[in-house]
């Protein structure tokens, strides 16, 4: 997930209590980055930290690439702050040969802990995740699929919750080796505890000849299927 950083500059002004960041920034991802705001050094550490990415790319898990352009802004103390703004995906795509119903299974397992870090140790998320009016998703894997996310990341480091939902009304995709037509799909993450995506799909393809539809129900733990 961490990219490098390319051609960072800029200015921070330093006084006795405070870092003033006057302007920063940097390429990562094939994209831009700019901070801005203050560290308070007394009587305790205070953070009023922005950040603002523009096309910004990211790999992860590592079969799918993401484009996505964000504002965040970093507000309080080590141990209580909040890192709250938007994200919006911009583009997708896929390594080649990658199964969708493979990734799922891996997105769907639990992501491991945060190291222990003391400036961030009380961080709670307050993050939207949503799709801009042209994202896609378009790769050997997919045809002509649009997601519709409105997603709200919650949580910490340690324990990150999403929560929101994600659907797709038209495209193609590769399942488990084989080709469908999306009829409808809804994922939803409701959650409260731990990142736990509910699927309920509507698919069709065909076998020797034969029409087939197809749903699929339930997580990654418990799935049901009809046809």
């Known amino acids: 997930l961490a990219n490098g950083i390319d051609n960072a500059n800029g200015v921070v002004n330093f006084d006795n209590r405070?870092?003033?960041i006057s302007r920063l920034s940097a390429e990562t991802g094939g994209g831009t980055v700019q901070l801005g705001g203050y560290l308070e050094f007394l009587p305790e550490?205070?953070?009023?930290?922005?950040?603002d990415a523009k096309q910004v790319r990211v790999r992860w898990p590592e079969t799918l690439s993401t484009t996505a352009s964000a504002h965040f802004a970093l507000n309080g103390t080590p141990s209580s702050s909040t890192l709250s703004g938007e994200?919006?995906?911009?583009r997708a795509g896929f390594a080649a040969n990658?199964?969708?119903?493979?990734l799922l299974a891996e997105a769907s397992q639990p992501i491991p802990a945060a190291s222990p870090n003391d400036y961030l140790r009380g961080v709670q998320f307050d993050v939207r995740v949503r799709n801009a009016p042209t994202f896609e998703v378009q790769t050997s894997l997919t045809r002509q699929?649009?997601?519709a996310v409105?997603?709200?990341l919650r949580g910490s480091p340690q324990r990150p919750v999403l929560l929101g939902n994600v659907s797709v009304d038209r495209g193609e995709l590769q399942l488990f080796g084989n080709r469908y037509n999306i009829a409808r799909?809804?994922?939803r993450f409701a959650n409260a505890v731990r990142i736990e995506p509910a699927f309920d799909m509507n698919l069709e393809t065909v076998a020797r000849g034969v029409a087939v539809n197809v749903s699929f129900a339930?997580?990654?733990?418990?799935f049901r299927i009809n046809y």
């Open 18 to 20: 405070r870092a003033t």
């Open 45 to 51: 550490l205070t953070y009023r930290v922005t950040a």
């Open 87 to 90: 994200l919006l995906l911009e």
């Open 98 to 102: 990658t199964d969708f119903g493979a």
């Open 145 to 147: 699929l649009a997601p």
């Open 150 to 152: 409105d997603l709200r």
């Open 185 to 187: 799909c809804d994922i």
């Open 218 to 222: 339930g997580t990654m733990q418990k």
